[in-house]
């Protein structure tokens, strides 16, 4: 591999509460550390169907997740296939809706919730977590800490060379608390702090970091349509790749095949994508 790359998502974070809320993140820009873009996700704007244009580069209309009510094994090319076809170490940290986009479906939470698997030709390495009861009164999410710790100890494991953690949290308080109260406020700065000692571990251990959403949220904690605060979020990388100008708005398909080129891995023709790292 040219780069190994951690892929971080936290989902359902609208543009406007980056620069405000993640003092760690945006000081890492300041310092020189990070570059920050503007992202804009697929439509629908809703979860799964981002989830699944992140990895194979192709919009809804084309792969076929209309929401989160249909979730299933996906055909088209993706960034863990490819990172295995050319002989890369893959590993996911996240909801379940990944591993049945990506290895299997219909999910067993049995077989599934946890897995090591050096011969798989999509994800080698998998801890998954459903959300099973999840609603208004309880948000069933795990602690954003141990997420983070899971991804880390794979990569000390098992020599990552494309890791993907995907955390539901902040999704989960916006659709309770909407983006705009003392609730959420909190919840972005905690997020912020949790994540922040990862950063400089997982660069001294060699790799290039992205730190991004899938989508946004507006007013009334809704996602999945066309506006500003539903589709709109932030990318920042961290790594040595040279990209466009910071005020280039990114479009959410460009992500599969970027990851692909920074890693030196062959970009398959599904994803049309420009790369905007390299």
Same mark, same amino acid.
């Given at each position: 591999?040219?780069?190994?790359?951690?892929?971080?998502?936290?989902?359902?974070?609208?543009?406007?509460?980056?620069?405000?809320?993640?003092?760690?993140?945006?000081?890492?820009?300041?310092?020189?550390?990070?570059?920050?873009?503007?992202?804009?996700?697929?439509?629908?704007?809703?979860?799964?169907?981002?989830?699944?244009?992140?990895?194979?580069?192709?919009?809804?209309?084309?792969?076929?997740?209309?929401?989160?009510?249909?979730?299933?094994?996906?055909?088209?090319?993706?960034?863990?296939?490819?990172?295995?076809?050319?002989?890369?170490?893959?590993?996911?940290?996240?909801?379940?809706?990944?591993?049945?986009?990506?290895?299997?479906?219909?999910?067993?939470?049995?077989?599934?919730?946890?897995?090591?698997?050096?011969?798989?030709?999509?994800?080698?390495?998998?801890?998954?977590?459903?959300?099973?009861?999840?609603?208004?009164?309880?948000?069933?999410?795990?602690?954003?800490?141990?997420?983070?710790?899971?991804?880390?100890?794979?990569?000390?494991?098992?020599?990552?060379?494309?890791?993907?953690?995907?955390?539901?949290?902040?999704?989960?308080?916006?659709?309770? #608390? /909407?983006?705009?109260?003392?609730?959420? +406020?909190?919840?972005?700065?905690?997020?912020?702090?949790? @994540? *922040? $000692?990862? &950063?400089?571990?997982?660069?001294?251990?060699?790799?290039?970091?992205?730190?991004?959403?899938?989508?946004?949220?507006?007013?009334?904690?809704?996602?999945?349509?066309?506006?500003?605060?539903?589709?709109?979020?932030?990318?920042? #990388? /961290?790594?040595?790749?040279?990209?466009? +100008?910071?005020?280039?708005?990114?479009?959410?398909?460009? @992500? *599969? $095949?970027? &990851?692909?080129?920074?890693?030196?891995?062959?970009?398959?023709?599904?994803?049309?994508?420009?790369?905007?790292?390299?």
């Amino acid at each position: 591999m040219k780069r190994k790359v951690l892929l971080i998502i936290l989902d359902g974070v609208p543009w406007r509460n980056w620069g405000r809320l993640f003092g760690n993140l945006e000081g890492h820009v300041d310092a020189g550390n990070a570059r920050k873009w503007k992202m804009r996700s697929v439509l629908p704007s809703i979860s799964a169907s981002c989830y699944a244009s992140i990895h194979t580069g192709v919009v809804p209309a084309e792969h076929g997740c209309t929401g989160n009510g249909n979730v299933f094994r996906l055909t088209h090319p993706d960034v863990f296939s490819e990172v295995r076809r050319a002989c890369g170490v893959t590993g996911a940290v996240a909801h379940s809706f990944w591993s049945e986009f990506f290895n299997r479906h219909p999910f067993d939470n049995v077989r599934d919730v946890e897995y090591d698997e050096p011969e798989s030709e999509t994800i080698n390495h998998g801890r998954f977590h459903t959300m099973t009861g999840y609603g208004h009164a309880n948000q069933m999410t795990p602690c954003d800490l141990d997420l983070f710790g899971s991804l880390t100890n794979l990569c000390l494991r098992f020599g990552l060379d494309y890791g993907m953690l995907h955390t539901c949290t902040l999704d989960s308080m916006g659709h309770r #608390y /909407f983006h705009e109260s003392e609730e959420m +406020d909190a919840a972005c700065f905690i997020m912020d702090e949790m @994540l *922040a $000692p990862f &950063i400089p571990k997982w660069r001294a251990a060699g790799y290039d970091v992205i730190v991004t959403a899938d989508h946004g949220q507006d007013e009334r904690g809704h996602h999945g349509g066309r506006s500003e605060l539903q589709q709109e979020f932030a990318l920042y #990388y /961290f790594g040595d790749a040279k990209g466009p +100008d910071s005020e280039t708005v990114l479009e959410q398909v460009q @992500l *599969a $095949p970027t &990851i692909l080129s920074l890693m030196g891995t062959e970009v398959p023709e599904t994803m049309k994508g420009e790369v905007f790292l390299g």
